[in-house]
């Protein structure tokens, strides 16, 4: 195995992705990349342009955006910035969340951001989370891990973390909007959500945190040596 290694986490909305994705880097000090929050981030600015109206001219408005999007992950993606102004808080709005998959689906913005993507790991180990990493940006990562949850599962997770940003809604209506962005996510003509052929299931239900990211570590480190 050469030097530098990827590991690509992918899974449908609020699997624990982006928790375990975080915490495997920092034991393994990797860099972490949180794909969704580019995603995200051209969705803000597209709101910030449209209101949050969809139009015929969605297609010319996010090629504007993109042709000045200077997006930076600081402090292992804790810290999201968009042409100099911090969103790590707006781009995890109940509004970003149910727009997000509708910008996903534009091609101009998945090359813009797959190019992104790959410039930012093309020197260096990286640990990326999303949808079609494994399968589409990294086919030839050196791991590849598909989180999965029950529907209730994720939709109680994604009520905690609501919660703690003052915004209360109620979990039927949750788990309805998880549904919908992951039948979304999985059925756009480019990049779908898809487990890779080669990935490793880690089903989350009924686990710890720290029992998920020791399954991954014992992963990582049986081939690792194996190898
Ligand atoms: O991981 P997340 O929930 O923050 O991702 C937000 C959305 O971004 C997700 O619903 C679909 C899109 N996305 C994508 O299409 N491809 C990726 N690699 C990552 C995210």
Do not use: C
């Not at 707006?90 to 797959?114: C, M, P, W």
């Amino acid at each position: 195995m050469s030097s530098q290694i990827i590991i690509a986490i992918d899974g449908p909305a609020a699997s624990g992705k982006s928790t375990l994705a975080k915490l495997l880097a920092k034991r393994l000090g990797l860099l972490y990349i949180d794909s969704g929050a580019m995603f995200r981030a051209v969705t803000l600015a597209w709101i910030q342009k449209t209101n949050g109206h969809k139009s015929e001219a969605d297609a010319q408005i996010l090629d504007e955006i993109l042709s000045a999007f200077n997006i930076e992950f600081l402090d292992n993606s804790k810290t999201i910035v968009l042409n100099s102004n911090d969103i790590s808080t707006a781009i995890r709005d109940n509004q970003v969340s149910q727009l997000v998959s509708y910008i996903s689906t534009f091609s101009g913005v998945r090359s813009k951001l797959l190019d992104i993507q790959r410039k930012l790991s093309s020197d260096q180990s990286v640990i990326m989370d999303g949808r079609d990493i494994g399968t589409v940006v990294f086919p030839n990562a050196d791991f590849k891990f598909f989180m999965i949850a029950s529907p209730l599962e994720r939709a109680k997770r994604r009520e905690k973390e609501l919660a703690k940003r003052g915004e209360r809604i109620n979990i039927e209506e949750l788990a309805a909007q998880i549904e919908e962005r992951d039948r979304q996510d999985s059925s756009r003509a480019i990049a779908p959500l898809k487990k890779a052929d080669d990935a490793i299931v880690i089903d989350t239900d009924n686990k710890t945190i720290d029992e998920v990211l020791g399954e991954l570590l014992m992963r990582v480190s049986t081939t690792q040596t194996s190898n």
